[in-house]
């Protein structure tokens, strides 16, 4: 599956925005997808992911909502809130069996990532 990431921008801290990431490829449903982020300087890091549950990262919960439409082949991340430490690269993933959820060593295809930025 190839993924293309989308969406990101400059944004004021407590702003919102929202990620799309678009897959080509057959059987987008059987795919579990995920959202990481990297920072300067830092590794890269869960964000989200969606199979049949999805699942967050501690510090994104109640501000970042993952869904997915699978007639579209695409997966959207919904950032509400943003804070200044949420500047990163935001990348897109995807696997049909994981062998992790939470890391980036567990999915298989990436997204080229885009980049968010929220100002103080």
């Known amino acids: 599956v190839q993924l293309q990431a989308s969406g990101g921008g400059l944004v004021q801290a407590g702003g919102s925005l929202r990620l799309s990431c678009a897959a080509s490829g057959r059987l987008f449903s059987s795919y579990v997808m995920g959202w990481f982020r990297q920072a300067p300087g830092k590794e890269r890091e869960f964000v989200a992911s969606s199979s049949l549950s999805t699942y967050y990262a501690n510090f994104v919960k109640g501000r970042f909502t993952m869904s997915r439409d699978n007639a579209k082949n695409t997966v959207y991340l919904q950032m509400n809130s943003l804070k200044p430490e949420d500047t990163a690269v935001y990348y897109c993933?995807?696997?049909?069996?994981?062998?992790?959820?939470?890391?980036?060593?567990?999915?298989?295809?990436w997204g080229q990532g885009t980049q968010v930025t929220v100002s103080s």
């Open positions: 993933a995807a696997d049909r069996a994981p062998r992790d959820y939470y890391t980036p060593s567990g999915f298989g295809s």
